[in-house]
């Protein structure tokens, strides 16, 4: 892969050598990051991620390291998300939210103690915000990036090659938990999370150098599994409704818009910043919302734009996503649709550029 012009700006990953040698195709940046998005074709990678299983080089979600005394209450600032009975082996999906409520991010939280977090970001520079509100703040705390990529173990034979490699312990990860666990002379987080709906895990290396030996020793356990090299696949990952920062969701949009309302029932001891931003917002109820929408017709093209949304000629709303599904024959797609126009079967025209089709408003997701 050489379209890209490598500089230390865009940064490789502890697993890049890897990633190229199995044969990546394409990539994005993310994060000022590599991150694969296509080995074979997004249908093939599609089809054997829900068969088999995948190691995916997901480095570019970013940890932000929330380590001192005040690390609790600088999480409790950022996120409306209520962490009042989060345990020290959880990770949380947290929205992250401005003064006006609008979405800074929406990581994963990881506690290690009411000290010590990671938040493993998505696409902002959200270290920064994070670094103003506590300095701005006076708070006892350090705020960095750690030393750490994210190894994603993906697909239903996930839990066989992990438990190769780690021991029968992963089996009892339950969702969103995770163990400490050795590798060699070392040992890492290992969590039962990731982005898709096929099941898995992700393995938080730290220190770089464990990055190629880990890689080597998955893909060695899983030969007769059939594992690949993979990556978040844009089929699946609208099929399940996994949000995608930046692309179904920017600053402009509010968690409720973004259908992350459960996650916005702040605690007694809540005091994040967006708090009276979104208590007016439920008050009086969200003007877009996230949906799940099929487009009729052949596959569409990536969007490169959100595709504009109509009513009788007046603008609704946009799709940002939308890829053919193999398994459900349709375009899937991910709309935000303006209030009134939501509600599941609801006609829509979306203008692609392939001409202008029919957006169908789903109940939910498909998987
Ligand atoms: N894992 C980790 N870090 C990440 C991602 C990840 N950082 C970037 C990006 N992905 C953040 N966005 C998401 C979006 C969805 C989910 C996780 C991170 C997700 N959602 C589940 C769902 O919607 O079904 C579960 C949410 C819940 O109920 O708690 O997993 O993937 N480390």
Known sequence: MRLLSQSRRLRQTPFSKGVEDKGVTAYTVYN?????????????????????????DVSCERQIELNGLDAGHLMRRLTPRNLEKMQEDQCYYVPIVDENGGMLNDPVAI?????????????????????GLAVGAGMDVQVFEPDVSPLAVQGPKSDDLMARVFGDEVRD?????????????????????????????????ENGAYGMPLWNALFEAGADLNVRPGCPNLIERIEGGLLSYGNDMTMENSPLECGLGKFCKPGEDSDHIGMQ?????????????VRAISIT?????????????????????????????????TNVAIG??????????SILTVATPNGNRRAIVQETFWA
Do not use: N
């Open 277 to 289: 931003a979104l208590a007016r917002e439920a008050e009086a109820g969200p003007a877009r919302q």
């Open 297 to 329: 017709g052949d596959p569409v093209p990536p969007a490169r734009s959100g595709w504009p949304l109509f009513k009788d000629g007046k603008r609704v709303g946009q799709i940002p996503s939308a890829a053919w599904s193999p398994d459900f024959e």
């Open 173 to 205: 990860i339950r969702f969103f938990r995770y163990k400490r666990l050795a590798f060699q002379d070392t040992s890492f987080v290992v969590a039962r999370s990731g982005y898709s709906k096929q099941g898995g895990y992700e393995i938080y290396v």
């Open 111 to 131: 506690k290690h103690s009411e000290d010590r977090w990671w938040i493993s970001i998505a696409d902002s520079d959200l270290l920064l915000w994070v670094k």
């Open 32 to 56: 000022r990051m590599l991150l694969p998005t296509v080995f074979e074709s997004v249908e093939a990678d599609y089809r054997h991620l829900k068969s088999h299983v995948q190691i995916w």
């Open 336 to 345: 935000m649709v303006d209030t009134g126009h939501w509600d599941a079967g």
